[in-house]
């Protein structure tokens, strides 16, 4: 392409840092939010105002920030559940099954103690609370150990195998709180019984602790790959897995171990979502909607190149933009689903950009080039 | 074509520069290609070979300098457009499919390739070039079931059934038998002659070089340090003008008493992935201070036998005992620990890992180890450290040691693997063709290596296609054909043409088997 003097050229990068790798996500960033804002001038809004409405409901307000952490927070563990077996090679799409089995699990816990029949249950919270937890991760771990399995024993393909645990854990859900089940809502209603006050999950600074444990998590992740056998041997096996076995790595334990340790994480974000953040509290009828949330743990995944650090702040703009996004919509009246629609713009737009992390645009100024080629 | 088009360079390249992170591969190289000539480049491991080829392929895009086809200037911004003009290239690491037929990978991707749905008639002309040039492969098996020469026919008829008129081979002959060597050679001359096809030609095996060029260009560090006609030079002279030094083509045989048994293998029976069996009862014992030497034409259950040795398949029947472990059930980690040193033929897909640093490569055959891993924490200083004493000692060519392994050059990335493995002091080194690609001051070096693994106490399995190597340091030979040995003979009585007679097939009193 010529542009006057200069002409521009691609070229196939020969490496890519963490830096520049970075500023291509930013710049994807500012590349979305321009274009979207076509599509609110389109709607006869002005496209600055709708943007400072949405981060300043998203990161400002203090109704909104604490909804965007918990949205934060749920993408987070979703994410690391993707990010697990991607550094293995492989691909976990089943972080919505696994999120749901952590959340029925959690519940069976409170189901144990008979929450159920009376929402004023006086509960011990610092043993029932822990065992929701562990349960969570260990439904999550569960539905992951069983795609593990398959992977590691038989090859079978991964991807096929969590989507139809998606499906089945769906169905379970439904199942287990709709009119009959164990979990229904006493009054009714669709949804499962509500959470005893007396075991709600504490708030650390108005944020539910699971924040904190996510955090946690991520620079755990982060230490397991940089530093630990167990995430060399992960890597190893994700990058070659011929030279992985010829180097004595199992061949069944690491993609056993990244799906069981990747569906635990996932248990947490339902652990999370319907029983740690205010106002929820149980697992409501369009429990769907989270489980479709669930997937953008694969888009985080993705964009942060599998690092479990560099995910935190892109489920964080994520988990912003859907919430910041909700609420233009209903504050200036807009006809369609601004959250999904920013999250789709951005998703397009971010694997578009992917693109530059392997090709670079350089010049070449014609002045040196003696004209013909 | 008259006499002026025909003295005319086909190819020239002026002034090509290609800088790397840290390292200036090709500098201000300049070169030409008569037509229906046969043009070796040359140059130690590291000195820019393969990536000047990658230029005149439209791969890497020259810093600096220009190409000229037929004197017109041309620039390719990507293979297609240097198959365009008809250049072929034949990569030091085949790029087939693997799970394709041989007439698929021929096919698939063509520049035409949505023309041509007739895979009929395009086999009949595949087979046409075939007898034309004299290649032999079967056009319906998958290329996982080829050996490296079936391979590499495959490449050369892929690159002239695109119309490659400039063929170029990189490091052809480095993973070929004796016998493929000559039938390629063969090829090489009759397209030369036949088609004016022209064949610049890389290879650190001189006597080849000196069989088959015309002329030969050497590289050193990036630079043209010289230009000959072939008829004027030596195997001395070349390797000097390669090395910048003479170079001694014997290594230092050294008998030591041998001491107990380290490989004792009993009537081990093997199946290959055809589902045939590839080796066929072998017994063999192997003790401290021999080394073993391998001799077969590949493709006769080497490949398998070694992998059995390794753990990476399971044997039908035997036994395998390693320093009196019986590990014939025993996973490859496991025999690692009890003192297995294996360095695998296939640097590129099994012996290492593109996209790990060099610390990361060499921690494949450490992450394991005691020293290197404390309650499931790996030492990285401990493995840098390492990696550097192992880049200095064995000469590896690289800015260092967190380079990534697939930017380094063939010979280099072999001698990381090799320095890896031996660093270990493996009690058992099994070294399948440890000299592949390697440049003449590497090979030497490679083969006084295991020497002196041997001296030192381990026993050591070579095998190689390369009979002079095996000769040269083995002390005992065993010849293989379709599964078995055909006689295990001490060094002493190792000739040349009883070595080779056997290999193909008879036993040492020269009956068929
Ligand atoms: N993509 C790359 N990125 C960085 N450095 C590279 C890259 N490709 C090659 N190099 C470096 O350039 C130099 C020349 O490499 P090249 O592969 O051309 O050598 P060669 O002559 O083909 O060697 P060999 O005989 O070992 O195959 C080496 O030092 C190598 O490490
Ligand atoms: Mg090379």
Redesign the pocket.
Known sequence: MKIGKNEFKLEKR?SLSGWQATSIAVLAVLMTLFLFGFIFLQAGISPGMAYREIFSYAFANKHGLPLTLNRFIFLLFTTYAFILPARAGLWNIGMTGQMYAGALSAFAVLYAFGAQQSKSLELSAGLVIPLMVLASMLGGLVIGAIAGYFKGKFDTNEIVLTMMLNFILFWLVSFMIKEGGLFMNPGGRGESFELPPSVYAPLIGGVPFTGLVAVLIGFALEFLFDRTQLGYQIKAFGKSPRAARYAGIDTFKIPFMVFLLGGAIAGLAGYHYFAAVPGVYKIARNYGQFGDLAFYGIICGLISQSNPLASMPVALLFGGLSIGGRFVQGKLHMAFGVDYALLGVLMITLVAFQFFYRYRIVRVSLDEEDGHA | MTQEEKSQPVLSARGITKR??G?V?NDGIDFDIRPGEIHAIL??????????MNILFGLYQPDEGEIYIHGEKVEFKSPLDAIEHGIGMVH?HRKLVEAHTVLENIVLGHPHAGTILNLRRAEQEVRKLCEEYGFKVDFRAKVWQLSEGEKQMVEILKALYRGAKILILD?PTSALTPVETRLLLDSVQAMAKKDLAIVPFIT?KLPIVLEISDRVTV?RK?KVVARLETRHATEKSLAREMVGRDVLFRVERQEVEPGKPVLEVEDLVVQSDKGFLAVEGVSFTIREGEIFGLAGVSGNGQQELVEALAGLRKPVSGRIVLDGVDVTHLPPLERWKTGLGYIPADRIHMGSIGDFTLVENVLLNYYFDQEYNRGGILDYRKARQMTEQLIEEFNV??PGPD?LG???????LQKVILARVLSRRPRLVIADLPSQ?L?VGATEFVRNKLVEAKVNGAAVLLISEDLDEILDISDWVAPIYEGRFMGIVPAAEAEREKIGVMMAGYNAEGVAQ
């Open positions: 020969t | 790397f992170p390292v591969a140059g130690e491991n590291g000195a820019g070979k393969t990536t000047l030091q490091e650190h590289l990036g060519a690289t380079v697939r930017n380094l050059s063939g010979g280099n690609g440049d």
